[in-house]
């Protein structure tokens, strides 16, 4: 154990006094809250930019109110389907009878707009509809025959917010867990072959094993705070910054949960980071290796994106980094842990750090390590 | 000659496809410096990798005071210390953080390291740069820091490959006052090197390798015989074959 304190502490004291590692730290910590700020600015811009309507034609009497008060701005125009192709979000033609509308669909701006348009139009047609019935003596509600009164479980609100923590924080603790410890995986590695102090290292009595479980630790560390570091960064900003017009946090439970899961991937990560850096002859070649790595951690995080309600069976959870995905999901979005599926992720991950542990050290172990260096 | 400190007895080691070393015997004594001569690609580094136990015999043995390299490496590990020509320190440790790294990796007790490493500052005259981060050393200041990892466990033998071939001629000559005086401390210090000018002042006794075999050896003076430096004297042993 002592032997192993040495190689940690002195690893640590190097990553520590490695400029990049510490500017990667520094922008683990900013980039998540930045991009928060982005994304709200963003949102609360989209809620209430006006967008504009270039039009012909007589506008039916009171719809022009209902628009303007959704934030749509009417401009008259002489060709609307024209106009909509740049100087405006949305042209129509108001006829007796129907309503021309013309938008690009490849401008979100137009989507927006005609997304309004239409809930506008909805109701103007509803209200006049009743109001026609109403005048014949009909009741309106014949337009509604199974009116749904909704109950949802929990507030819609909270249930938004989750869902966005269930998108963001998978690829933010995949994405900083192995991007963290990246760099000091490769320079405790392949750096030491590249300055030539391998040799020297291995001329020590200590056993390899050690000195490469002492590495594997100090990179794990250096992985967990650079996670820590973003995950908390970006909690403490979603406290000051509202989001889908709310303050989205995150609950003990997923908290625990994600930092199990941290514990987990950085253990995995610096044994897979760092039997590639010792295959590798200098820590360019290293990063080279690497490349690879982050398709293929960020790929299970993508399919939460994607299939938002992938619930797959226990199996799934036998696949290294999706099961971590599924599992801070489930713990952010319903608020519990499947013991079962959490403990096949924790059985599977260790598993996957111990066999990339002996990988490291079969690799750390051969002759060829210093004949190639 | 006192008894064998390092015993190498009829190696053999194949790398890829090159047949490296074929068969080679020697033995160093302490109290003395034993030279590894040869051209480049003789197998000297081979030799000295095989004896400080990085790499393993294909054939034959090799004991270090009594212990076997294959038996008990960390035995012999603890036990030798290495100077190479590729001088690596980690840049962002100074130079006694580097030395105290080594010599607790090579088990110096915690109540005698801090003794241990001042001991060798001093010895090599390192004090002035013992705080500096070793990215900012010269090369012969690192030369410095690289023999004083080898040193700081104290072992009795110390080998040297190709120590010089990086540094200027006052950081050279440093190298080899070191080695004269680790003899006088009754070390065992093997000294490979293909410049045979240094080996000739320096060493009580030579084993002069070619294409990984042992083409002479014995001391000095008797390998030389009647020619006028070591290096006519082994051309003419490599013109023979």
């Not at chain 1, 542990?357 to 750390?364: I, N, Q, S, V």
């Not at chain 2, 210390?81 to 110096?108: K, W």
């Not at chain 2, 241990?116 to 981060?133: E, G, K």
Request: hydrophobic letters at 45%; one cysteine or more.
């Amino acid at each position: 154990m002592k032997t192993l304190a040495i190689v940690f502490r002195k690893e640590m004291r190097e990553i520590f006094r490695d400029r990049r590692t510490l500017i990667a730290l520094g922008l683990a910590a900013l980039a998540t809250p930045a991009v928060l700020v982005v994304i709200s600015q963003v949102s609360t811009k989209t809620a209430t930019q006006t967008y504009t309507v270039g039009y012909s034609g007589d506008i039916p009497t009171g719809l022009d109110i209902l628009l303007t008060a959704t934030g749509l701005t009417l401009e008259q125009v002489a060709d609307p389907a024209a106009a909509a192709k740049q100087q405006v979000d949305l042209g129509v033609v108001f006829q007796p009878a129907e309503i021309d509308e013309w938008y690009d669909p490849t401008r979100q701006s137009a989507q927006i707009a005609d997304t309004r348009l239409q809930t506008v139009l909805g109701q103007y047609n509803a209200a006049k509809a009743a109001a026609a019935l109403q005048q014949r003596g009909i009741d309106p509600g014949l337009l509604n025959p199974l009116p749904i009164k909704a109950h949802p479980l929990s507030s819609p609100v909270t249930a938004a917010g989750n869902a966005f923590l269930s998108f963001f924080l998978p690829y933010i603790l995949i994405t900083m867990v192995l991007t963290g410890g990246l760099s000091a995986a490769l320079d405790a590695s392949a750096g030491e072959r590249e300055r030539k102090t391998l040799e020297s290292l291995l001329l020590t009595p200590t056993p390899r094993s050690r000195i490469l479980l002492g590495k594997i630790l100090a990179v794990s560390v250096i992985s967990l705070v650079s996670a820590i570091a973003a995950i908390g960064s970006m909690l403490l900003a979603l406290t000051q910054i509202p989001l889908l017009g709310t303050h989205v946090s995150l609950s003990p439970l997923a908290a625990s949960v994600m930092v199990w899961l941290a514990i987990l991937l950085a253990g995995c990560f610096s044994s897979v980071t760092l039997a590639l850096g010792t295959l590798a002859k200098n820590f360019r070649q290293g990063q080279a290796f690497s490349t690879p790595l982050y398709f293929i951690t960020v790929f299970p995080a993508s399919i939460i994106l994607f299939i938002p309600d992938f619930n797959p069976n226990l199996a799934y959870y036998l696949i290294p980094i999706l099961n971590a995905v599924l599992v801070l999901r489930d713990a952010i979005v319903h608020n519990s842990v499947a013991w079962p599926a959490l403990g096949i992720t924790t059985a599977s991950l260790v598993a996957t750090g111990l066999i990339c542990w002996f990988a490291a050290l079969r690799l750390f172990t051969r002759e060829t390590l210093l004949i190639r260096s | 000659m006192s008894p064998a400190a390092v015993k190498v007895d009829r190696l053999e080691k194949t790398l890829g496809k090159n047949k490296v070393l074929r068969g080679i015997s020697m033995e160093a004594a302490s109290g003395e410096i034993f030279g590894l001569l040869g051209p480049n690609g003789a197998g000297k580094t081979t030799t000295l990798r095989i004896v400080c136990t990085l790499l393993a015999p294909d054939a034959g043995s090799v004991q270090v005071l009594g212990f076997d390299t294959m038996s008990a490496p960390e035995e012999v590990r603890r036990r030798v210390g290495v100077v190479t020509a590729d001088i690596g320190v980690y840049p962002r440790l100074s130079a006694r953080e580097n030395i105290s790294y080594f010599a607790e990796l090579s088990g110096v007790a915690d109540g005698e390291l801090e003794g241990r490493v001042d001991a060798v500052l001093n010895r090599l005259d390192m004090t002035s740069f013992a705080n500096q981060r070793a990215e900012s050393l010269s090369s012969g200041q690192k030369q410095k820091v690289a023999i004083a990892r080898a040193i700081v466990h104290d072992p009795a033998v110390l080998m040297f490959d190709e120590p010089t071939s990086n540094l200027d001629v006052l950081a050279s000559r440093e190298i080899r006052n070191f080695m004269v005086e680790s003899r006088g401390r009754g070390k065992c210090v093997i000294f490979s090197t293909h410049v045979l000018h240094d080996a000739e002042r320096l060493c009580d006794r030579v084993t002069i390798l070619h294409e990984g075999s042992v083409v002479a050896t014995g001391p000095t003076a008797e390998v030389r015989g009647a020619h006028r430096d070591l290096e006519d004297a082994f051309l003419e042993l490599v013109e023979k074959r």
